[in-house]
């Protein structure tokens, strides 16, 4: 496949690779060599930066900065991250073959879907809930998605191969299949069979503060890139859905679905109460967003259907927030500005033993625009934890994983060493989050989102 010179400047979300600084020169390049690579990502990063772009012509990256720098090539680790400061990417060996996370496209469109989340709704960035993280993972993955879709190639092949039924395990639906190869050769049940991820999955809702931190690839854990699935997968079969809405099931039809999609999610995600429920309150306004900006396609029945299916949202709660009032009022409540941060609580930690009693989080305690939660495995709908409950979950969460640094320098010497990870990088720091002094308090702040493989 041959695609035309991306120009990463065309578009209000630019970004600019900073390592290596030369870009080579344009034209066709061998799969495998730093050349390839280099104009693989730009081309994905481009594609990404379109078309959130044409979406939403306003949007800038978080802070209003004006370029998000990209290092291809970061050093040694089957790892990506997005930390406000930029994308970087690094490469990795594994059965004596090296990988650089920058070649696949999913990837690179995942990260950057982490820097287009985190534009739109900023305030989730230091959110104590598993669910609010593990909605970042699976928005860099739906974003890939919706980018792999603007290709001409990709969508009639994928056709063929579906026969326009599209929620089918696909090319589309295997996320990173090369990373995936890579990280089964040291670690077989950590990652699918086939690929990273599978968004075409049967994964059922689970309360993530009730399951465990970490598990195999076939099971679901709190893990925020395990936990995402649940969410990518609903809304695939919901993009699914939509598709066969439409007059006909062919290429045209198809990227306009996918353009459609991205208004949804996007602004579903905008309009939604960080709660402990998060996935269920996006759903929502999905649904609503679905029916308010696109009435008499079948959108909203199709979204509807496929949250419900994958146990996002309750069959009862989802026939009550779809009355007409709630759409008729979604424009409004979209346009109301957004709080710049979450509300703080005092979280008592005293029994981890770092020294400290307390610390300040960023609660996911906002007003909740929808009743709506997810379903149980019986009958209804789970009863979700506090925001103090969820925060603790979320803290001991990360401490289990080895996520959170504590400072054991001079400044805090009363802290004592977090959990640490045998296989964590020597070169560099993996983990999302640190305590950091503010005045007479410790305030858990997130320092990056990572997507680095050591997390299995």
Known sequence: MQLGVPNLNSTGLTTVIANPKTAPAPKI????????RYWSAASALSRASQFWSKLFPSLNW????????????????????????????????????????????DVVCHEHGH?????????????ASIEVGAFHES????????????????????LTETGGAIYKSSRLSRMAE?????IRQDYPRAVD??????????????????????????????????????????????????????PKQDDANLLQTSKDMGIILATGAQAASVVPSFYSQVAANMVIAANAKFPNLGYGQALKSSFVRHGILTLAASNTFMRAENVKG??????????????????????????????????????????????????????????????????????????????????NKNFSV??????????HDTHTHELVSEGNSYVLRRVRIDCGLHHH
């Open 139 to 158: 928005f860099g993955d739906m974003s890939s998605i919706l980018c792999a879709l603007q290709i001409d190639t990709l969508r009639k092949d994928l």
């Open 62 to 105: 978080q802070g209003n900065r004006n370029k998000l720098p990209i290092g291809l090539d970061q050093g040694e680790d089957l790892n990506a991250y997005y930390d406000r400061a930029g994308l970087n990417f690094f490469h990795g060996t594994a059965g004596g073959v090296t990988v650089y996370s920058c070649e696949s496209p």
């Open 418 to 427: 977090a959990v640490t990870r045998v296989n964590e990088p020597e070169t």
């Open 178 to 182: 090369q990373l995936g190869w890579a």
């Open 330 to 411: 979604f424009a409004a409540a979209t346009e109301a500005p957004q709080q710049k941060e979450l509300p703080r609580l005092n979280l008592s930690i005293a029994e981890y033993g770092l020294g400290i009693n307390n610390i300040i989080v960023h609660a996911a305690a906002e007003p909740k625009r929808f009743d709506v939660t997810g379903a149980s495995l019986s009958i209804g709908g789970v009863v979700p934890p506090t925001e103090d409950e969820a925060a603790k979950s979320f803290v001991e969460d990360l401490l289990r994983r080895g996520k959170l640094k504590v400072d054991t320098g001079k400044k």
């Open 115 to 127: 820097a287009v989340l985190d534009a739109l709704k900023p305030q989730l960035w230091d959110a």
């Open 193 to 246: 069979p086939d690929c990273l991820r599978n968004a075409v999955n049967s994964f059922f809702y689970r309360d993530p503060n009730t399951i465990p931190s970490s598990a195999p690839a076939s099971s679901l854990s709190s893990e925020p890139h395990s936990f995402s699935r649940v969410f990518t997968a609903a809304f695939f079969e919901g993009l699914a859905g939509m598709f066969k809405a439409r």
């Open 29 to 36: 390049y061998n799969a495998g060599t730093k050349e390839f």
